[in-house]
Structure formats: structure tokens, C-alpha cells
């Protein structure tokens, strides 16, 4: 029988990074993209902690980082000069291993993924099509367009559709996409440029509605200007150029841009699909989700949706896993993703809004109230697991159940860096289900993990597991992608085998399971 195979339409971040998760967990892929070749201009900047988190369990973190920047400060101008100093250097201190804000363009990002899965054996089919697709209990059978320009039919266990705003497979299944789009037209630009805001800080103009934002790039005098297009006559808008927009970034930023590399306009949506899933076709990233640029949210929200479902297809595909554990994506992740552009909504409108009232807030009260709220350890940390990601969880998804110390089923493992210098998210590069006990290991629980095999992770006690949130001696279930899917105070060995048999999966079992066969 031919080994069960996931055909991904698109090969963005988000497709690109579930092609790499399967891969690692075993499962073949075949990945089409109908553009020629990577793109190479973009808008996604920021990688966020979470993301990398994410990358570090696939040995990929320390690569993004080495091409990234580090933001140390955000700038906020009004008026020609620099009117607060917002300090972002380890704003995440203690809660990952990745307490910093980065910047790194989707192009050069893409560019690393599509490298690490060519060393893996995997290779984007470019000038490839989804045309159309039909699926029944089996799989998925599809109709692509070659490059050659003729058609072909394709098998395979189930599609993700990572293609996009415009997504095929969101069309062909039905599925609604409701919203709206943003008035007004927006501008990307890289250039190389000099002045006092090149200085490798992000910098944010707060004169008037104009959103204006200048991005430090890799390379000297390199940046990112992210701006709105306004005051300007009514035409072709898609002849405009950074002459005409550059004025402003000049003025208020003191910046002199002497080379533009490349320079865009665009639209700005906010739009959730009304489901993420119809039999066995996905919807991930902007195919399911766009949103507006405040936060630097978009790309990292396709890239958690990919690691959502890569476990959970890996799980069912190789693991004996039941079909239903499949039913948990879309719950899982349209919850956040809705959470997530009502935020992002609010933002974005706040600091595009006109009129004399939200000019004082801009120009007055926020260069006063920024700084001083960023001194406020609970704030900060706040915002810093707002904005990272590291504060997502699934506490109301059928996988997660229990709590214990602070931690609940669904939230993220906390992250605790120890006493010999290792931490406890060294375990999760194994991409697999994991028990783990901060303290002292209970009667039993030795011997209920090996029956399962799941690996068993036992931490000595120390005072900073506390501060994290964890209890001394209790029983945590990590999921493969690093949260907390069961965690129980009492550390009963019987709970374990239960709450796999709860959810029809019968962890360890060397009998078949709903039509599959346990490793």
C-alpha cells in the first residue's frame, strides 16, 4: 500500500513551515506553488517568540535569528524629533528563550525554509496549479496544472490550503470569508538610508493619522518604511512611486533615503473564514485569516496553524491516532484567529484615526504614558506575551483537561531555564507526546508512562518552576507542539491511560485502532 501522502497548495511561510513539521514527523508531502520562483519583496516582518519556540523544536531558530535584527528600542517622533524611547532589549525576560522582538523579511525567511527542506528532500514544485479537487472517505484526489501546461490527477490522504487571500481551496469548499477591507492605500518601501532613525531602532511617527513605521534591516543603512498613502489626487494608484510618498518619512522621521530596492502599495484586510476545515481539506494562514500589520501578527498565526495540524495529520497518518483528533483544528485555531483581528481591528484603527482628539492622544499622551507603563514589570510582561504569542492557548479544546499550580490543559509549557543551564524545552525537539514532573516522581507514574510509551521527563526541583507556574510534583502531558494537553495535581499514573481511552486513542496499543495500526 502506498504510503499516505498531505498535497500543500502554497508555498508561503505557512505552507513551507507545515511541509517542514511533517517531514521531521515522518510524513511524505508534496508542496506546488503556481508563482515561478520565491517571491522577493514582502510585507511580514517580525518573527515572534513563539514562532521561534516553534523553529527551535525543529532545529530552525537559530538560523532566523542569525539573519535577523534584534529590535532594541522603539522610537516614537512627533514633530521632527524623537519625543519617547520605548526599551525592547530581553522585554521577555524569564518567559522564553526568546525574549526579544525580531525583524526578518518573508522573503529572506522564506528563502531559509525552502533551503532546510531541499536538505531534507523535499523541493517545491514551482509553476504547479490547484485547479480543482474532489475527496471522499479515502482522500483527496486533485487536478493540477504542470508546468508544461498540461493537467494532472493527483492522490492523496488530505490537502492544506496555504494559498492564501485568494484561496482555491477556500473557494471550492464554500466557505465564507466575511470582513472587510481598510479605506485607504498603503506602502511598502526598502531602501538603504542615513540619518539619526537608521540607527538599527524601530521607529514610529505619531504626528497625524499617516502610519508610518521605519524597520531596521540587516546590512548598513538598511530599512523598511511601512507608511499610508494619502493626500494624493484620485488615478492610478498603482503607478505611484516612493517620490511620491517619500516627503513625509523625510520630514518626520529626518531619514534621507538614498536608494529604493523595491516599493509596493497594497490593500488592508480584516477577514476570518467561517470554517478552517471541510472533510479532509484545511485552511491555514491568509487562506483562512488576514489581518492588519499591527503587531506583526499575520505570518505567525499561519505558522502556529501549521504546527497545529502538522502534529495532529502526523498523528493520525503514522501514530494510530483517530480521525476525529482532526476535528480540533479549526476549534483550536479559529478561536484565536477571531480573537486576534477583533485586537488587531481596534489597533489599527486607533492609530489611523483622524481628527483632533486622537491627534492629542498620539502627539501627547502616548510618548508620555508608553515609557512609563513599560517600566511596570507586570505590564510589560503582558504586552511582551500578548504580542510573542507565548500567551495563546486552548484551554477550551477537547484535548485539554486538568490544571495544576498555575498551569492549565492548554496553555503553553512554561519555560524554565535551569540550574545547569539546559531548560525544559529541550525535550520538545522529539515533536512527540511527553510526560513531565517537576519534583518528585509519584509511585506509579514511571511504569504508566512506559506502558504508553511516552517518554518521561523528571526535573529536579528549583524555585524558579514555581515563579513559572508550575507545581511541585504534578503530572504534565505535553502535547508535540509544547503545550500542556492534561497536567494533575495528584500525579495519578491511572489518569494517563485515561485520557487517551477518553479520546478514543489507545496510546501504546499494539492492536489496530479505528482501521490503523500503533507504532
Not at 525543529?58 to 538560523?63: E, R, Y
Not at 528532500?121 to 480543482?132: A, D, F, H, I, K
Not at 495529520?313 to 479549526?330: C, H, I, N, Q, R
Request: hydrophobic content about 40%; some cysteine.
Amino acid at each position: 500500500m502506498t504510503e499516505p501522502l498531505v498535497l500543500i497548495a502554497g508555498a508561503g511561510p505557512t505552507g513551507l513551515v507545515l511541509a517542514l513539521w511533517l517531514t521531521k514527523l515522518g510524513v511524505r508531502v508534496r508542496i506546488i506553488d503556481k508563482t515561478a520562483e520565491p517571491g522577493t519583496t514582502s510585507r511580514a516582518l517580525a518573527v515572534q517568540a513563539r514562532t521561534l519556540e516553534f523553529y527551535h523544536q525543529v532545529g530552525f531558530a537559530d538560523a532566523v535569528i542569525a539573519g535577523g535584527v534584534k529590535i532594541a528600542n522603539i522610537n516614537l517622533w512627533v514633530k521632527g524629533r524623537r519625543a519617547a524611547r520605548v526599551p525592547l532589549a530581553r522585554i521577555g525576560e524569564g518567559l522564553t528563550p526568546y525574549p526579544f522582538a525580531l525583524v526578518f523579511p518573508q522573503d529572506a525567511h522564506e528563502r531559509l525554509l525552502i533551503a532546510r527542506l531541499d536538505s531534507l528532500g523535499v523541493r517545491v514544485e514551482r509553476r504547479t496549479e490547484l485547479l480543482s479537487f474532489t475527496q471522499n472517505d479515502g482522500g483527496v484526489t486533485a487536478t493540477l496544472r504542470r508546468p508544461d501546461g498540461k493537467e494532472e490527477s493527483f492522490e492523496a490522504a488530505y490537502l492544506a490550503g496555504c494559498d492564501g487571500a485568494s484561496s482555491i481551496v477556500r473557494g471550492q469548499l464554500g466557505v465564507g470569508f466575511p470582513g472587510g477591507t481598510y479605506t485607504g492605500l498603503f506602502y511598502v518601501a526598502d531602501g538603504e538610508g542615513t540619518g539619526e532613525a537608521a540607527n538599527g531602532d524601530l521607529q514610529a511617527d505619531l504626528e497625524d493619522a499617516d502610519f508610518l513605521l521605519l524597520f531596521p534591516l540587516t546590512g548598513q543603512g538598511r530599512v523598511r518604511l511601512v507608511g499610508t498613502v494619502r493626500d494624493l489626487p484620485e488615478g492610478d494608484h498603482g503607478k505611484l512611486t516612493f517620490a511620491d510618498v517619500q516627503g513625509k518619512a523625510i520630514a518626520h522621521l529626518k531619514i534621507n533615503i538614498e536608494k529604493v530596492n523595491w516599493f509596493s502599495t497594497y490593500r488592508v484586510h480584516h477577514r476570518v473564514a467561517l470554517r478552517f476545515r471541510g472533510g479532509r481539506a484545511f485552511l491555514l494562514g491568509d487562506a483562512a485569516h488576514v489581518h492588519s500589520p499591527v503587531g506583526g501578527q499575520g505570518m505567525n498565526t499561519g505558522i502556529g496553524d501549521s504546527v497545529n495540524l502538522a502534529w495532529k495529520l502526523a498523528a493520525v497518518l503514522k501514530k494510530g491516532a483517530p480521525a476525529s483528533l482532526l476535528d480540533t483544528y479549526e476549534p483550536e485555531r479559529i478561536a484565536f484567529a477571531r480573537r486576534l483581528v477583533a485586537t488587531t481591528d481596534r489597533g489599527f484603527t486607533l492609530v489611523t484615526r483622524r481628527g483632533a482628539v486622537a491627534r492629542f492622544v498620539r502627539t501627547r499622551i502616548v510618548p508620555l504614558v508608553a515609557p512609563l507603563v513599560f517600566r511596570i514589570q507586570r505590564t510589560r510582561r503582558l504586552m511582551f506575551r500578548t504580542v510573542s504569542q507565548t500567551q495563546v492557548n486552548y484551554r477550551n479544546s477537547a484535548l485539554s483537561a486538568g490544571g495544576a499550580g498555575r498551569v492549565q490543559g492548554g496553555d503553553r509549557l512554561p519555560w524554565v531555564e535551569l540550574a545547569s543551564g539546559e531548560d525544559n524545552f529541550a525535550p520538545l525537539t522529539s515533536l512527540d507526546w511527553q510526560v513531565h514532573v517537576y519534583g518528585e516522581v509519584q509511585r506509579g507514574i514511571r511504569e504508566a508512562c512506559a506502558e504508553l510509551q511516552l517518554p518521561l521527563h523528571a526535573f529536579a526541583w528549583e524555585p524558579g518552576m514555581q515563579r513559572a507556574g508550575l507545581q511541585n510534583a504534578a503530572l504534565y502531558l505535553i502535547r508535540p507542539d509544547g503545550y500542556v494537553a492534561f497536567a494533575d495535581l495528584s500525579a495519578n499514573p491511572e489518569r494517563l491511560p485515561q485520557y487517551f481511552s477518553e479520546r478514543g486513542w489507545q496510546r501504546g496499543a499494539k492492536v489496530p485502532v479505528r482501521g490503523r495500526t500503533t507504532v
